[in-house]
């Protein structure tokens, strides 16, 4: 079970690697992503449906899976954009701030007062993003690979967004299942994207057979077979297994950026991704 924690984590962490091979913009992207793993969300549900009575939803669930659908949205839309601008490296790290915003969110929102440990956890990440960020506002160490910090700026947006999904996602499990939340959020998402890439004169149809392949594979790869196989093993393991899923995709993401688009991080981003990463950790635990 293990095995298939590790390979769901990888799945998500090459998204940002089929959004550069996929030719349309990045709403569109985050469209397709939605509409190829809605039927396999659409299948999760209909078994979660017949194996428990409570796959069906309470009252009150539909406001915060629709926040939930809006608020991941935003997050596809910043994320992909940010791909434009910068690295996949600084995408995929400064996007693992998403935790900065859960606990600041639970801070603020539900009076859950975070522990020593969490705020100098927090203290780290934001030291981590600052090593990212800083020598693009002082124009040192900035690289054509390294990108921009308007491309930072997006990926902190979609970390944040992503933070407001899960504190969505975590009101709607009171009164739904898991199942039923992932498809009718990611319904919601799917419109959302597809409004977002009308209004912004994107690209909407794959212009290749590659940006076809790459958009399939965000949805079905990165979406249904990720999250999927992440939930299903997070059933077996506790927080520790939960905070490689937060580590791994981004180290997935840097490695496989290096790989195949030869980009090599620079020396601030390895120390500030092992701040963010290790800050990740600290949450997780605390």
Not at 136 to 160: E, H, N, Y
Request: charge should be positive.
């Amino acid at each position: 079970m293990f095995l298939t924690l590790l390979l769901g984590a990888t799945c998500i962490g090459f998204s940002g690697i089929f959004v550069r091979f996929a030719d349309v913009g990045p709403a569109a992207a985050g469209f397709w992503r939605m509409a190829f793993a809605l039927p396999v969300l659409a299948t999760w549900m209909a078994l979660e449906d017949r194996r428990e009575s409570a796959g069906k939803a309470k009252p009150g669930a539909m406001l915060p899976i629709a926040l939930a659908g809006l608020a991941f949205g935003v997050d596809v839309v910043l994320y992909n954009a940010s791909l434009g601008f910068t690295s996949i490296a600084n995408a995929s790290l400064l996007g693992n701030l998403s935790p900065v915003g859960v606990i600041l969110g639970g801070w603020l929102l539900f009076r859950e007062k975070p522990t020593r440990r969490i705020l100098g956890a927090l203290l780290l990440a934001i030291g981590g993003a600052g090593l990212l960020v800083l020598p693009k506002l002082s124009g040192s160490g900035v690289t054509p690979l390294s990108g921009s910090m308007f491309g930072d700026g997006l990926a902190i947006g979609a970390a944040f967004s992503y933070a407001a999904y899960i504190l969505a996602v975590r009101r709607a499990r009171n009164r739904a299942a898991a199942g039923r939340i992932g498809l009718i959020s990611s319904a919601i998402c799917a419109v959302f994207c597809l409004v977002a890439a009308l209004g912004l004169g994107e690209t909407i149809l794959p212009q290749s057979l590659t940006g076809w392949l790459a958009v399939a594979a965000l949805g079905l790869v990165s979406h249904a077979m990720g999250q999927g196989l992440i939930t299903l093993a997070l059933g077996h393991y506790g927080a520790n297994a939960a905070s490689l899923v937060m580590v791994w995709p981004a180290l997935v993401s840097v490695l496989a950026a290096w790989a195949i688009f030869a980009e090599q991080p620079s020396p601030a981003q390895a120390f500030g991704g092992v701040a963010i990463l290790a800050a990740v950790l600290l949450v997780r635990k605390g």
